[in-house]
Nanobody, 119 residues
């Protein structure tokens, strides 16, 4: 079982920035992939960006050029730096960790952190 804890959400004006953090009591770097997802009211949860164990990053078009995923091994934390925020970025943001073994694929989720972009 992997516990994930997100933080860093809040209210920000359009054009502003936020940095979300995802940490765990266990070694988050042991996850095969750590992803950032979001879910707006009335919408499905969608992947925003992810980083693999080897450090490869992936961004959805909505995040490309504005969001950056990074990792800090000392802090055992994965970050999502969000710049140039828009009202349509308003959502609950979730961190996920995928663990792949020879026998199974397991996905773990955090509780989410609210991001509200509004003037």
């Amino acid at each position: 079982q992997v516990q994930l804890v997100e933080s860093g959400g809040g209210l920000v004006q359009p054009g502003g920035s936020l940095r979300l953090s995802c940490t765990s009591p266990s070694d988050i770097f042991s996850a095969d992939t750590v992803g950032w997802h979001r879910q707006a009211p009335g919408s499905r949860r969608e992947l925003v960006a992810s980083v693999t164990k080897s450090g490869n990053t992936y961004y959805q078009d909505i995040a490309e050029g504005r969001f950056t995923v990074s990792r800090d091994r000392v802090m055992n934390t994965v970050y999502l730096q969000m710049n140039s925020l828009k009202p349509e970025d308003t959502a609950v943001y979730y961190c996920s960790a995928q663990m792949i073994t020879q026998y199974s694929v397991a996905d773990y989720w955090g509780q989410g952190t609210q991001v509200t972009v509004s003037s």
